[in-house]
């Protein structure tokens, strides 16, 4: 049973989700959003270390809307509202009650207009997989494989702003498309692409002087090295100098990872490869599956990293949403001498160390 689970797991890693098509569901407008908290550490313990991230919460995250899933990007907005992008272009908001475990406020609607109109094969024309947030503004940038495209919306994602079909994207995989974007600090956008080779290593990424969506925008290319045998699915500014990239993994033999890592945004330079430096690897028999979205927020001096999970909208895989805090380097990662002490003394502290970097 376990050899069938991972072949049919690996099944939907492998065949983009937009191909595999069944009777379409029934018409189901719910706007309804579960959450049900859960431990990420195998002995359920509130709290743990996984590398530089110390986890703080997750929930599984579930609706009966059948066209809730698939989550390929998000944005945390003020006071724990949420927008999560799904790859058939659908939306989904709440607000998170950390407390009580609930969505507050949900909805669950499509984006207002995509790469081609709406039809059974949306899903495939709609395969959304990156969003931008500009919070002076209110606009939102949406990058869209398949049909690969850089769109622009107006404030509250009401209507089409703007489109663009770079050049430098048309020759890129069909299923490789804008996997990640990035907004500098000086108002550049950085494109990336999840598997369209680039001639120096790596992988290929377009940087954008100006905005992306505008038809006519040109960029320039470069590279980026993911982690061996990883790639990128996600990027999020921790501040003006650095960003966390979120990398997947799926093996018949280790099953589903992910690796959080951190970048200098120095390292994006035209002609240059970019690498970063894995800070957490997120790994059975830790709780992970297909982690595809991420964002950072800020608490205090804290970054908190959040993450979420794409279900490829099969029954074999979840929708989850992670929280964690990062932590300022090894230092972080020694236990205090109390807990040590209790550990040796065999009571259980409900805080487990998992260390990766």
Not at 9 to 19: G, Q
Not at 62 to 89: E, K, Q, W, Y
Not at 278 to 306: Q, S, Y
Request: aromatic share 10%; net charge negative; glycine share 8%.
């Amino acid at each position: 049973m376990t050899r069938l689970l991972a072949c049919l797991s690996l099944f939907f890693f492998l065949v983009p989700v937009t191909y595999v098509r069944g009777p379409a569901p029934p018409a189901n407008d719910s706007q309804y959003i579960a959450l049900e908290p859960i431990a990420i550490a195998p002995d359920g313990a509130a709290r743990s270390r996984v590398g530089r991230l110390e986890f703080l919460g997750g929930w599984k995250i579930g609706s009966d809307n059948p066209a809730f899933g698939g989550i390929s990007s998000m944005v945390a907005l003020p006071d724990n509202r949420f927008l999560m992008l799904s790859d058939n272009g659908t939306l989904a908001g709440f607000t998170l009650d950390e407390d009580g475990n609930r969505a507050i406020r949900p909805f669950i609607a499509p984006l207002p207009d995509g790469p081609d109109k709406p039809n059974e094969f949306a899903r495939r024309n709609w395969d959304a997989e990156s969003l931008l947030y500009n919070p002076g503004t209110g606009q939102f940038w949406v990058g869209y494989e398949h049909q690969h495209s850089i769109w622009r919306y107006g404030p509250s994602l009401a209507r089409k702003e703007a489109a663009h079909y770079p050049k430098a994207t048309q020759q890129w995989p069909e299923n490789g498309g804008a996997e990640a974007m990035l907004r500098l600090p000086d108002g550049r956008f950085l494109v990336f692409s999840e598997s369209a080779l680039y001639a120096k290593g790596g992988y290929q990424a377009l940087m954008f002087e100006d905005d992306p969506a505008e038809p006519g925008s040109e960029a320039v290319l470069f590279g980026h090295r993911p982690p061996k045998g990883y790639n990128l699915t996600d990027a999020a500014l921790i501040d003006d100098k650095s960003a966390l990239l979120l990398h997947r993994r799926f093996t018949p033999l280790d099953g589903v990872s992910a690796i959080v890592s951190i970048a200098q945004l120095s390292d994006f330079q035209p002609g240059k490869v970019a690498t970063s430096r894995p800070i957490a690897t997120i790994k059975p028999p830790l709780k992970v599956d297909n982690m595809e979205a991420l964002a950072v927020t800020r608490d205090g001096d804290n970054v908190i990293v959040w993450m979420a999970s794409d279900d490829n909208f099969n029954a074999f895989q979840e929708s989850l949403l992670f929280k964690f805090r990062l932590l300022k380097g090894k230092k972080a990662l020694k236990k205090p001498a109390g807990e040590r002490q209790t550990e040796k003394a065999g009571a259980s502290p409900g805080f487990s160390t998992f260390e990766s970097d």
